[in-house]
């Protein structure tokens, strides 16, 4: 359903730009996006991360940015969609405040966890998993990238960034929400 009034969204990609696989140029997702009818589009790092402004209802800014992506790409690409204000709540909500930002991820969701989340996650050592609206959030002491913690996300659209990204995230959305 769409609405008449623009209003900005964050989109965060899955399996972009991760260990070597699913290159996608910045630059290229923003000329995407343009030509779908967002506009005020920026991206932030080169994981997927876009914020745009939009008539379009999240869902429906989703699934015309997944068709392109899978035009563009040859194969599927999910995306996971927040407003601004979902993404504020996410950082807020950071269960983690006494860890290193760079070693807590928050794993995004298109729909909340089940419950037995935490209990079919496997791989775990010394990270801690607490379970959020449409969130995983889970503080790796020693590093992302050194753990084999695997947490099943079901049949849904997943992705992770870290809690400095979410940080500046949120305030990139607010900045464009000023302009």
Avoid: W
């Avoid at 030509?35 to 429906?60: E, K, Q």
């Avoid at 379970?131 to 990238?145: A, D, K, S, T």
């Amino acid at each position: 359903m769409t609405q008449s009034t623009s209003r900005p969204l964050v989109v965060l990609l899955c399996a972009v730009n991760v260990g070597g696989t699913g290159k996608l140029p910045m630059s290229d997702l923003r000329a995407l996006c343009e030509t779908l009818g967002f506009t005020d589009v920026r991206t932030y790092i080169a994981s997927g991360n876009v914020l745009f402004s939009t008539s379009l209802g999240p869902d429906d800014a989703r699934d015309a940015l997944e068709d392109a992506l899978r035009e563009y790409a040859g194969k599927p690409v999910g995306a996971v969609i927040r407003t601004p204000a979902e993404l504020e709540r996410v950082r807020h909500a950071n269960p983690f405040l006494f860890a290193e930002p760079s070693r807590v991820g928050v794993t995004f969701l298109d729909s909340p966890p089940d419950d037995d989340t935490v209990e079919r996650a496997t791989g775990i050592t010394d990270e801690q998993l607490v379970l959020g609206r449409r969130e995983i959030y889970v503080h790796y002491p020693q590093g992302m990238g050194r753990s084999r913690l695997r947490v099943p996300s079901g049949d849904r659209r997943a992705t992770t960034r870290n809690i400095n990204t979410v940080t500046k995230l949120v305030a990139l959305a607010a900045n464009s929400a000023s302009r």
